[in-house]
């Protein structure tokens, strides 16, 4: 394995080994097309179809319990089980290997060996390329909508409130209760939905879990261009309007930071921003005055479950780039390089500081000349006082004016859930912040800068007095599945959080069921409205337990959550998007996402879990990425769009 090939080297010799597995990294580059036309995927799915019987070669069965069953036959969270790899056609899987999640893993395992494993593990059917009758007809010209019909990056502000205001939305409360969905689109062959919508003049741009990044019409569904990245992308789009046009920013789960001309899909720059071979780029990037800000973490935390695996290395950091070439402005890294501290019980070298990644998008805050951003835990000793926190970093030099820890000595790595030699001691209690601060200015003009933590609370900041708590509530229970896991909202008046309090029926006398779809039917989710000025709840409203109770259903609301005046939407792990009254929590609207769906693209899909990235809405349309198996929940692959007729004159 990689791991053991690291055994006992220093800092100068990983970072030798990150540099040769970087060469390696440019040398594929070359060999992945970018703007990927329909005769391109379908010479690709041609090559995949036609790969010979392997009368003789590696033994695909052995590669998997010698690489792979180690993870994927664990009963443990973060990890897919095989049952959830097997729905994956073969060269999904392969993708995955090369230039997906897997790729880091992949790294000693030779080309045969790949395929070998692919095909044994694959059972899901081949992804066809789309037909031609899924691509736009010429006269829809891309952008062409009103500019109000827009919802840019995370939020539609760049404060990350995620409110958008009534002329926007196209959309209010009393149209709520009639959505229906107008239609869907099916990411082919991923288990997976989990990109963030972005929305321009009625195009939408949004990534896959295989990587494919897609321009769609709003209206219909159809396809303006598709881009291949390095990486699944799951960050949303930064927008640069410059003189040369709209340039589309994102990130991918490879690191890889790329530049579009959003008319064409055509790549401007793209650039590797973490060397770091366990990066992971989830927060979406932000962009201000030709800058863009990209957030970093990563899946080391995971990976430190491999007892031979020297944990950790990795450091949460911001990286500013020119949006006109990608030229870096400056990098903040949250925590001092890592030194060697000591040796395992396994005997393996552990490093330290390490950790404090980015999970959320920044937070802009032009009038103070600052970026907010919140970090998660450490992932090996020594604690530092940047996990945890809310940090301030200056715009242009990207130094921290301040910080304030909410939680100190979270020391935490997945190694702890199952007890083995590279969980830290007295580890945890993995309380990130993955959701990104929200600068609000309240009812009585003064700005607030609210930040919700896996623990369950809510911090409302002073952003006037270096971070100061104004006041603190508690809206969930807490836990490694958050608490509030990856977004809150704001009108103005309240902040809305929903809990995941996600909870598991194993050590709990439950029975497991399968890989890690133990969750608990029953406990989990709720929202609470909470008063912006005292931190007051307004009102709450508990999870809807699954009915009947089924494996790997929860009333978990770990989704981010989306505001619009008078109504809340909020997705959950049992598959529903729900939207509530913002003024008592009253149910409006109540859509089961769990189902087989006819798509226009005419890609097989299925909904599933709702979480991550929460619904976008702009032009009268509610759009959701529905399937999210990660944490034991439904797999699915489908962007739902719902709207209702005669929204607009
Ligand atoms: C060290 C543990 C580990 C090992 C070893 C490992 N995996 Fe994984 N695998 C993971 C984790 C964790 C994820 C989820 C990654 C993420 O956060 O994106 C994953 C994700 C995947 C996915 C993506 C599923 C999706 O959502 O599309 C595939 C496919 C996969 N692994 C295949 C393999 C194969 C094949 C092997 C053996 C060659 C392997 N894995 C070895 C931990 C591991």
Redesign the pocket.
């Known amino acids: 394995?990689v791991?053991n090939r690291l055994w006992g080297l220093g800092v100068s010799e990983l970072k030798k080994w990150t540099g040769h597995w970087r060469t390696r990294l440019t040398r594929f580059r070359s060999l992945v097309r970018t703007v990927v036309s329909p005769a391109y995927l379908l010479a690709l799915w041609g090559l995949v179809a036609s790969w010979p019987a392997a009368a003789v070669g590696p033994d695909g069965a052995a590669?998997?319990a010698k690489?792979?069953a180690?993870?994927?036959d664990q009963t443990i969270a973060?990890?897919?089980p095989r049952s959830?790899?097997e729905k994956?056609s073969p060269s999904?899987?392969l993708k995955?290997?090369d230039f997906?999640?897997?790729m880091a893993?992949?790294y000693p395992?030779t080309r045969d060996e790949?395929e070998a494993?692919?095909k044994f593990?694959g059972k899901g059917a081949e992804d066809p390329p789309p037909p031609a009758s899924a691509f736009c007809t010429p006269e829809r010209r891309i952008m062409a909508g009103p500019v109000r019909d827009s919802w840019e990056g995370w939020s539609p502000s760049p404060e990350n409130t995620r409110f958008q205001p009534t002329d926007r939305a196209g959309l209010n409360s009393a149209d709520v209760p009639r959505l229906k969905l107008k239609w869907a689109y099916g990411f082919s062959g991923?288990?997976?939905a989990f990109g963030a919508p972005t929305i321009l003049n009625g195009t939408i741009f949004i990534g896959s879990?295989?990587g494919v990044v897609q321009a769609l019409d709003a209206k219909s569904g159809c396809i303006h261009w598709l881009y291949q990245a390095d990486g699944?992308v799951r960050s949303a789009m930064g927008v640069s309007h410059d003189s040369g046009g709209i340039t589309l920013v994102f990130s991918d789960?490879n690191g890889w930071v790329n530049a579009l001309d959003a008319g064409t899909g055509k790549q401007r720059w793209k650039k590797r921003v973490e060397e770091h071979e366990g990066t992971?780029l989830t927060g979406s990037p932000i962009v201000h005055k030709g800058v863009v800000f990209v957030p970093a973490a990563s899946?080391e935390e995971?990976?430190s479950?491999?007892q031979g695996?020297p944990c950790c290395t990795f450091r949460g950091s911001v990286t500013a780039l020119r949006v006109r070439d990608g030229v870096v402005v400056w990098k903040r890294y949250l925590v001092d390089p890592p030194k060697r501290t000591g040796t395992t019980a396994a005997g393996t070298p552990t490093f330290g500081p390490s950790g404090a990644g980015i999970w959320s998008a920044p937070t802009m805050d032009a009038k103070r000349g600052l970026l907010y951003v919140t970090s998660g835990d450490n992932y090996s000793h020594p604690a530092t006082s940047t996990s945890d926190a809310v940090l301030a970093l200056d715009l242009k030099t990207g130094h921290i004016a301040w910080s304030v820890q909410t939680r100190a000595e979270d020391v935490f790595n997945s190694s702890c859930l199952s007890k083995s030699p590279n969980c830290p001691d007295g580890s945890g209690p993995d309380y990130d912040f993955g959701a990104s601060a929200i600068l609000v200015t309240t009812t009585s003009n003064k700005d607030v800068l609210v930040a919700g933590q896996k623990s369950g609370m809510v911090y409302a900041l002073d952003p006037d007095a270096k971070g100061r708590i104004i006041w603190q509530t508690r809206v969930g229970k807490g836990g490694t599945n958050g608490g509030v896991q990856w977004g809150m909202a704001s009108d103005g008046r309240n902040v809305y959080a929903a809990a995941s309090d996600l909870t598991r029926l194993s050590g709990k006398g439950g029975t497991v069921v399968s890989g890690n779809a133990d969750l608990d039917p029953n406990q989990g989710g709720g929202l609470t409205a909470l008063d912006l000025i005292t931190g007051n709840k307004v009102w709450s409203t508990p999870g809807y337990a699954c009915t009947p109770p089924r494996p790997r259903c929860s009333p978990a609301q770990s989704a981010a959550v989306t505001v619009i005046a008078g109504a809340l939407f909020s997705g959950s792990i049992d598959g529903h998007l729900r939207a509530y009254s913002t003024l008592d929590g009253k149910l409006l609207w109540d859509m089961d996402t769990r189902k087989s769906f006819a798509t226009v693209n005419g890609a097989p899909a299925k909904g599933g879990s709702l979480d991550g990235a929460g619904p976008v809405i702009a032009g009268g349309l509610v759009l959701v990425n529905s399937g999210y198996?990660?944490f034991g929940g439904e797999?699915g692959n489908v962007l739902l769009a719902f709207g209702v007729e005669n929204t607009r004159p």
């Open positions: 394995m791991q590669i998997y690489r792979c180690g993870c994927h973060r990890i897919p959830a790899l994956l999904h899987i995955v290997l997906g999640a897997m893993i992949a395992v790949r494993v692919a593990l991923d288990v997976t879990a295989g699944p789960q992971r899946w995971s990976r479950l491999d695996y198996p990660r797999p």
